[in-house]
């Protein structure tokens, strides 16, 4: 596979502007995309203590998009650090570890354990489900929220360990959360996400997929623009290369892929390889 070109996010050079969203990818989608070719690759969200999840069914698809409600399902901190994350570094994975608590405390315990980790490069603090207080996890509606979640992760960060936040999908206060997550110590934000929506049972749940890609990139745009000095990650339907050239001509420095890797675990591939820079041609074959 041909090597993209690298970007700069957070103060890190990433192998490729492609980045494997949380919950999506894990050790399992080496067989089919090698990790250490993405620019990165994002734990599932990880919590203090191990969590079961929350009830079945926990995804459900939708005529153009994936709803889902997982309630996190985690082994725990102690176990992650044990298990999963040695193997992803072993596979040579830049690894950034999402997390999330309940409270500010459990946020600033996990970010000063993890972030004194071998093999952790960045911690991406997971602010942007829509249904964290139905499972009662901390509920960062408000850019003062994000700003105290924010404030209490990069304050416990050892220093080449950067805080990006992923910020909820919302389309009026985006640039203001933004701002508040980078003034609170944000090296980067992820924007777009998934939007919030609701299961046939009527459980709150994230809408992810193709259906949110023009409000993603729409996000990207606003916030870029107004924030040109914080680097912006997009995310929201990403599929094709043209995606993420779309979201990198909006405004930001790498894309998360997620939804796209349920429907086929080869996408990442496909995409690096038509990113690539085509041979000059003085070069040989």
């Known amino acids: 596979m041909t090597d993209a070109e690298p970007v700069h996010v957070a103060g890190l050079t990433l192998r490729a502007p ?7 990818a894990g050790r399992e989608l080496a067989a089919y995309t090698a990790l250490d070719a993405v620019g990165a690759v994002v ?15 926990r995804v459900v698809e939708s005529p153009s998009g994936l709803l889902h409600s997982t309630g996190w399902p985690n082994p725990g901190l102690e176990v992650f650090c044990a298990t999963e994350l ?9 690894v950034f570890v999402s997390i999330v608590a309940a409270s500010l405390g459990e946020y600033a315990e ?3 354990r993890i972030g004194r980790t071998p093999g952790v490069s960045a911690v991406e603090v997971n602010l942007a489900a829509p249904d964290a207080a139905a499972h009662g996890l901390h509920d960062a509606r408000e850019p003062f929220h994000v700003a105290r979640v924010v404030g209490a992760v990069a ?3 050892p220093p080449g360990v950067p805080a990006i936040a992923k910020l909820r999908h919302d389309p009026l206060h985006a640039v203001e959360a933004a701002r508040s997550a980078a003034d609170a110590g944000a090296a980067a934000v992820v924007v777009g996400n998934a939007a919030s929506g609701v299961l046939p049972d009527g459980r709150p749940a994230g809408l992810g997929g193709p259906a949110i890609a023009p409000l993603a990139l729409q996000q990207v745009r606003e916030v870029a623009g107004a924030l040109p000095q914080l680097d912006v990650v997009g995310g ?45 041609a003085t070069e040989g074959p």
Request: net charge positive; with cysteine.
């Open 18 to 24: 492609l980045i494997l969203a949380s919950g999506c």
């Open 43 to 57: 734990t599932r969200s990880i919590t203090l203590d191990p969590r079961p999840g929350g009830p079945t069914p």
């Open 86 to 94: 040695p193997e992803l570094v072993r596979l040579g994975a830049r």
């Open 110 to 112: 996990l970010a000063r």
């Open 155 to 157: 304050s416990e960060l």
């Open 236 to 280: 929201g339907g990403i599929r094709s290369a043209d995606d993420v050239r779309r979201h990198l001509a909006a405004g930001a420095r790498a894309v998360q892929i997620g939804t796209a890797l349920l429907h086929d675990p080869r996408t990442p591939s496909r995409i690096l390889e038509a990113l690539a820079p085509a041979p000059s």
